[in-house]
């Protein structure tokens, strides 16, 4: 969680492992897209400071936070693809729509991860406002791609 106490974009070395030949699909919501672009960018550098070559980087499209799972399923699917980085940004609104969404994703992408026995990373912001999805996306508290990429080759060396 991005505090004052702790940057996304800040990370221990523990457990990371050499990731030159694994292969990663990034999933990104069109939704919030000012938002999911800079997660995009932040766990695709971050992949690439890692050793993963550009080519072994696969990036998938949908349209919004809600299909995520589907879209982490068919990358899952692939016996190529080592992990699976999920990108979203689902932020507060008025009504109730916010705490389906939410938790359809995570309990989604926690059955993906499962039944197919692979990382499926949950990088999907849930701020109550516009700004504090900017913050979390590159702003003051760092970039959650960053942190979604880093737990990706973390989960990879277990």
């Known amino acids: ?30 939704w919030n897209e ?14 690439l400071q890692h050793g993963v070559k550009k080519e072994n980087i696969l990036k998938k499209l949908v349209p919004g936070s809600f299909e995520l799972s589907l879209g982490a ?11 699976v980085i999920c990108l ?3 932020i507060q609104g008025e009504t109730r729509h916010f705490d389906f969404i939410c938790q359809a994703v995570a309990q989604g992408l926690t059955q993906v991860s499962l039944t197919y026995n692979k990382p ?10 516009q700004q ?9 508290y760092g970039n959650k791609g960053d942190e979604a990429a ?8 277990f």
Request: charged share 15%; proline share 1%; net charge neutral.
């Open 132 to 140: 504090q999805a900017l913050d979390r996306s590159g702003g003051k």
């Open 34 to 47: 000012e938002v999911t672009q800079a997660l995009y960018s932040g766990a695709y550098q971050t992949l």
């Open 73 to 83: 399923q068919w990358c899952a699917q692939d016996k190529e693809i080592d992990a």
């Open 88 to 90: 979203g940004c689902v």
């Open 1 to 30: 969680m991005a505090t004052s106490l702790k940057n996304l974009s800040t990370h221990t070395s523990t457990n990371i492992q050499d990731v030159s030949t694994k292969k990663f699909a990034i999933v990104v919501s069109e």
């Open 150 to 157: 880093i737990t990706a080759i973390k989960m990879l060396g």
């Open 120 to 129: 499926v990373i949950f990088g999907v912001l849930t701020p109550n406002t």
